[in-house]
């Protein structure tokens, strides 16, 4: 049986020394916390750029983030987080996983990013609508060099669908039948 890793790296198109190519370099000495804060900032909340108005018509164009995607089933995953906490839990994960300071786990416990994932349905099709997000973030985060960008940016897009297999594990444990009766689902066993 294929395990998580093996399955997120299919999926994802990149392999495990391609995603933990972060660890070769410190990318939290490298880019510094600001830049962090900045990123999951950019993720998680809405940035105007510019849209069309008045008569003449000016163009303001909008950079879509996640609390505010024009999709309402991705939209949703995360209505019932506050969006302050959201961004401060990323960019503590992301600080303490790339380097820096452990202030995820100093707050928080063990990232054990399955398990947190639990509550939500990270599906191929939320994995690369989150991954699409990650990539606007980090185009607009000016801070971060083309290097660094394309080893996040692999971290990311395996660690997404390593998520994702946990995902689907959950979800077959939850439909397998129970040992001493036929009811699928009832005695989910996660
Ligand atoms: C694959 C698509 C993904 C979806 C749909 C998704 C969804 C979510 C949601 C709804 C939350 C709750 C927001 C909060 O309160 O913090 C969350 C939290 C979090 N996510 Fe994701 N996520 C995805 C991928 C990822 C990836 C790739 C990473 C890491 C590289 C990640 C790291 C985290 C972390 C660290 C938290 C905070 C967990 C906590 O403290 O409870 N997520 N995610």
Redesign the pocket.
């Known amino acids: 049986m294929q395990s998580l890793q093996e399955k997120a790296a299919e999926w994802s198109g990149v392999d495990a020394e391609d995603a933990f190519a972060i660890d070769g370099t410190n990318l939290y000495e490298k880019l510094g916390l600001q830049t962090f804060i900045s990123l999951s900032t950019n993720f998680y909340e809405r940035e105007q750029i510019g849209c069309r108005t008045g008569k003449i018509g000016t163009w303001i164009f909008y950079m879509v983030r996640v609390y505010a995607d024009e999709e309402e089933w991705f939209r949703s995953?995360?209505s019932k987080?506050?969006k302050e906490?959201?961004i401060q839990?990323?960019y503590e994960?992301?600080v303490q996983r790339m380097g820096g300071p452990p202030l995820?786990s100093q707050r928080?416990g063990h990232?054990a990013?399955i398990g947190?994932?639990r509550p939500?349905?990270?599906t191929h099709r939320?994995?690369e609508r989150?991954?699409n997000h990650m990539q606007q973030a980090l185009d607009a985060t000016s801070d971060i060099d083309l290097d660094s960008k394309t080893k996040m940016l692999n971290?990311?897009r395996h660690?997404?669908f390593f998520?994702?297999a946990g995902d689907e594990l959950k979800n077959q444990n939850q439909a397998a039948p129970c040992k001493n009766c036929k009811h699928p689902g009832k005695h989910a066993a996660v």
Do not use: E, G, M
Request: no cysteine.
């Open positions: 995953i995360f987080s506050k906490d959201a839990n990323q994960f992301f995820y928080k990232p990013l947190r994932h939500f349905p990270v939320a994995a989150w991954l971290f990311f660690t997404a998520l994702v």
